[in-house]
C-alpha cells in the first residue's frame, strides 16, 4: 500500500461537538454491541482450540517423545529397535508427503480444467449443472470412497499399473514389483485426487469467474484467441487463487484418514515404488490403525506422529498464505 | 412384583427363545435386574455383545459389562473377587485354580470352554475352489519360503490340481488382531520349526501385503489373482480355502469339525467336577485344527443371591442354543457340540447364593 493518496487526515472532532459524536458511538447500541461480542467470541474461539489442541499433542506427545529408543522398541507395536524417535516417525511423515503431492500433482490440472470449462467455455445452463455435480463430489462421505477404491478401483488399476510398471520400470516412482491386488499408494493417490478435486475446482472457479471483464475483452479486442484470452487474462488472475485452493485440497490430503486405512497395504519405509505393496503407511492412517490396541506409551507415540502431522499441515498452510501474499500484488485481484 | 413379573412375561411374549435360557439357566425365570460386571480375553469382545444384547433384550433391567482387559487380567480379577466372571484364552494353571478355589469358597470354581473361534486359510485362485496342505506348507507360504502356487510342496498335496506358476501373494491383517495371534499360535504350536515367531497380534514379517480387518483382507484377497490370507472362518465369501492336514488327512473347515476339537481333546484330569479344561489336541483326525479356544470362568457359590442369579442366567443364556448362535452370527464363532454344551449347562446350573 501506498501513503501518497492516502485520505485527507480525519480532522480531530470539535470539542463543542460531543452531542454527534456519542452519537457515532451509540449506533453501536443493543443487538448490535451483543452481536459484536459474539464475533469476536467466535473468532477467539478459534484461537483457543488451536491452542488447546497444539497443547494436547505437545503435552501428551512429550513422553514419547524423550522416552528411549529401547523404552519404546517395548511399548510400541511395529517400532523398530534400536531406532530414535526421528527416525520412527521419518518413513510416516515421508509415505504422508508422497501420497498427498501425488494427489495434488493428478488433481491440480485435472480441477484447472474443469474450473476453466465452468467459468469459461460451457453454456450456462451446463455449467450450472456441473458446478452442482461437482460439489456434489465433496459431499462423498471419505469412508465411501474407501469402498469404491477397495471394491472398483483397485481391481481395474491393478493391470494399469502392472503395464506402467512392466514398460516404464525404469522411472523410479514406477519401480519395484507390482502388486496384484493394487493396494498401493498409486491407488491411494488417485483417491485422495478424487477427493479434493470438488475442493480445488470449486475455489479455482470462483476466482476464474472474477478476472475483470474489460481485461478479458481487451485480450480479445487484441485479436487473442480464446486459449490466449486465457493464458494472458484468466491464469495470471487467478494464480494465487489456484495456489490457494491447491493448499487447501492438501490439506484435506494429508489429513484423510479412512480412504488410506481402507485402501493401502501399509509397510514403513522410505520408498518411491508407488506400485509396490508394504511400502508406505500416512500418518493418520497409521494412527487410526494401531489406537484400538495402543494403550501407555503407545498412546504417546502416536500422539507425537499426530504432533508431527499437525506440524506438517501448519508448515503447508504457512506456506500457501506466503506464497498467495507474494502473488497478490500482480495478480490484479486488488 | 406383579409388575416385575407382567413385565417379565411380555419380554417373554416378545422373543420366544426367552424359554431356551430360562430351562438352561435360571429356575425363576424373569425376574432378574441388576448389574453384572466382568471382563477378560479381548477375543470374545465381539461374541459377549451379541451375548449381552441376547441377554439384556430378555432382562430388560439387567446390564451386563465386559471388560475386554485381556485373558491375564481376566483370570487376575477373577481370582482376587473383582470379576464375578471373566473369559480367558487359557485355562486356570494349577496355582491358579488353587487360588480361585481359595477365593470362591466351598463350591469351588466352574469353568468351560465358551467361544470356540475357528480361522480359516482361504486363497483366490481362479478354478480351484480346495487344496491340500499341511502345516509345515501353510508356515512356509505365509513366511515367504514358498513363493509360486506350483511350489512342489503345494503339488505334492494337490495332485489333480491344475495349478498356475503365479507368485503367490500373502494378505495378512494390518491391524493388531487376535485373528493373527490364534493363527499363528496354531502354526507355532504344530510346526515350531518354521514358524519361530513368537505369536501376538502384529504380523511378524515383513514386506507382505495387508488390509485392515477380516473384510479387508477378503476383500483384498478376492482383488488379486493368486492370493492367499486367514481370516475368520465365517467370512471368507467365495475365496477357496484349504484343506489343513491333520495326521495322514486333509480337513475342510465347518463348524462342527471345529467344535469336535474339543470333543476330542482330552480333559486336563484331576480338577474338580466343575472345571472343564482342556489340553488342546491339533492333530486328531477328522477335526479342523485351527481354532482359538476359549474359557468363561465363575464360581459356585456367590455371596450375594442377586449376584448369583445374574451368573447364573447370563453363562446359560451363553450355553443356550440361541446364545451360540447368536455369537456364530456376529462373531462368526462355531457353536459348542450340544452335548458338551448341555454338560456345561449342568455346571452353570449348580450355582447357588450363600
Given at each position: 500500500m501506498t501513503t501518497t493518496d492516502s485520505p485527507p487526515a480525519v480532522p480531530a472532532p470539535a470539542p463543542a461537538r460531543p452531542r454527534r459524536r456519542r452519537s457515532t458511538g451509540d449506533t453501536e447500541r443493543g443487538f448490535s454491541r451483543t452481536f459484536r461480542w459474539i464475533t469476536t467470541g467466535a473468532g477467539a474461539l478459534i484461537l483457543a482450540t488451536l491452542a488447546a489442541v497444539a497443547l494436547f499433542l505437545v503435552a501428551r506427545a512429550f513422553p514419547a517423545v524423550t522416552a528411549s529408543p529401547t523404552e519404546l522398541a517395548d511399548a510400541v507395536p511395529r517400532y523398530p529397535d534400536d531406532t530414535s524417535f526421528i527416525a520412527y516417525v521419518g518413513p510416516l511423515v515421508f509415505g504422508t508427503l508422497l501420497a498427498a503431492v501425488l494427489a495434488l500433482l493428478l488433481a491440480t490440472p485435472v480441477a484447472m480444467g474443469i474450473a476453466l470449462f465452468i467459468?469459461?467455455?460451457?453454456?450456462?445452463?451446463?455449467?450450472?449443472?456441473?458446478?452442482?455435480?461437482?460439489?456434489?463430489?465433496?459431499?462423498?462421505?471419505?469412508?465411501?470412497?474407501?469402498?469404491?477404491?477397495?471394491?472398483?478401483?483397485?481391481?481395474?488399476?491393478?493391470?494399469?499399473?502392472?503395464?506402467?510398471?512392466?514398460?516404464?520400470?525404469?522411472?523410479?516412482?514406477?519401480?519395484?514389483?507390482?502388486?496384484?491386488?493394487?493396494?498401493?499408494?498409486?491407488?491411494?493417490?488417485?483417491?485422495?485426487?478424487?477427493?479434493?478435486?470438488?475442493?480445488?475446482?470449486?475455489?479455482?472457479?470462483?476466482?476464474f469467474l472474477q478476472t475483470p471483464r474489460l481485461h478479458e475483452e481487451a485480450a480479445l479486442a487484441l485479436g487473442a484467441t480464446r486459449w490466449e484470452m486465457v493464458r494472458t487474462a484468466v491464469l495470471p488472475f487467478g494464480r494465487s487463487g489456484v495456489i490457494s485452493a491447491a493448499m487447501l485440497g492438501l490439506g484435506r490430503a494429508l489429513g484423510e484418514t479412512m480412504a488410506v486405512l481402507m485402501i493401502l497395504s501399509p509397510g514403513f519405509l522410505y520408498s518411491f515404488k508407488v506400485f509396490q505393496a508394504a511400502q508406505h503407511q500416512t500418518i493418520a492412517a497409521y494412527i487410526a490403525l494401531d489406537f484400538p490396541e495402543a494403550s501407555g506409551l503407545a498412546v504417546n507415540a502416536l500422539i507425537a506422529t499426530g504432533l508431527a502431522l499437525f506440524v506438517i499441515t501448519l508448515a503447508v498452510n504457512m506456506a500457501a498464505r506466503a506464497v498467495v501474499a507474494r502473488r497478490k500484488d500482480f495478480s490484479g485481484a486488488n | 412384583m406383579v409388575g416385575a413379573l407382567a413385565l417379565s412375561l411380555a419380554a417373554c411374549g416378545q422373543n420366544p427363545g426367552a424359554d431356551a435360557a430360562a430351562d438352561g439357566a435360571s429356575a425363576s425365570a424373569g425376574d432378574l435386574s441388576g448389574e453384572l460386571s466382568g471382563g477378560g480375553a479381548s477375543s470374545q469382545e465381539s461374541a459377549m455383545e451379541a451375548w449381552r444384547a441376547g441377554f439384556q433384550g430378555q432382562y430388560p433391567d439387567v446390564t451386563v459389562n465386559y471388560d475386554p482387559v485381556g485373558s491375564g487380567g481376566g483370570r487376575e480379577n477373577f481370582i482376587s473377587g473383582a470379576f464375578p466372571f471373566a473369559g480367558s484364552d487359557a485355562a486356570l494353571d494349577d496355582d491358579e485354580l488353587a487360588d480361585a478355589e481359595a477365593q470362591c469358597g466351598e463350591g469351588g470354581v466352574i469353568e468351560y470352554p465358551a467361544y470356540i473361534s475357528p480361522v480359516a486359510v482361504a486363497f483366490n485362485l481362479e478354478g480351484i475352489d480346495s487344496l491340500n496342505m499341511t502345516p509345515e506348507t501353510i508356515a512356509g507360504i505365509f513366511k515367504g519360503d514358498i513363493t509360486t502356487w506350483d511350489d512342489a510342496a503345494i503339488a505334492d498335496d494337490n495332485p489333480d490340481a491344475d495349478l498356475p506358476s503365479t507368485d503367490i501373494t500373502v494378505v495378512h491383517r494390518s491391524d493388531d488382531s487376535g485373528t493373527t495371534e490364534n493363527f499363528q499360535e496354531y502354526l507355532s504350536t504344530v510346526v515350531p520349526d518354521v514358524w519361530t515367531y513368537e505369536p501376538e497380534g502384529i504380523w511378524p514379517v515383513d514386506g507382505q501385503e495387508s488390509a485392515q480387518g477380516t473384510s479387508g483382507v477378503v476383500s483384498a484377497a478376492q482383488a488379486g489373482e493368486g492370493t492367499i490370507t486367514y481370516a475368520d472362518a465365517s467370512q471368507i465369501a467365495d475365496l477357496g480355502t484349504v484343506a489343513v492336514g491333520v495326521g495322514e488327512e486333509f480337513v475342510e473347515y465347518s463348524p462342527e469339525a471345529a467344535a469336535a476339537v474339543i470333543e476330542g481333546s482330552p480333559r486336563v484330569e484331576g480338577t474338580s467336577e466343575h472345571v472343564f479344561a482342556y489340553d488342546l489336541a491339533r492333530d486328531i483326525e477328522g477335526t479342523y485344527p485351527i481354532v482359538l479356544v476359549s474359557y468363561h470362568l465363575a464360581c459356585a457359590t456367590y455371596e450375594d443371591a442377586e449376584q448369583a442369579e445374574l451368573v447364573k442366567g447370563f453363562l446359560g443364556y451363553v450355553l443356550s442354543e440361541e446364545g451360540q448362535k447368536a455369537a456364530a452370527d456376529s462373531a462368526g464363532s462355531a457353536p459348542l457340540p450340544t452335548a458338551l454344551a448341555e454338560e456345561f449347562a449342568g455346571a452353570v446350573d449348580a450355582i447357588t447364593a450363600g
Open positions: 467459468s469459461h467455455y460451457a453454456p450456462r445452463r451446463l455449467a450450472q449443472v456441473l458446478g452442482y455435480l461437482v460439489d456434489l463430489l465433496a459431499a462423498i462421505p471419505s469412508v465411501v470412497y474407501g469402498l469404491w477404491g477397495i471394491a472398483v478401483l483397485a481391481p481395474a488399476a491393478a493391470p494399469v499399473w502392472g503395464w506402467l510398471n512392466d514398460y516404464l520400470g525404469w522411472f523410479p516412482l514406477f519401480a519395484g514389483e507390482a502388486s496384484p491386488t493394487a493396494r498401493t499408494l498409486a491407488t491411494v493417490a488417485v483417491v485422495l485426487a478424487v477427493m479434493i478435486l470438488p475442493i480445488i475446482t470449486a475455489v479455482s472457479r470462483e476466482v | -
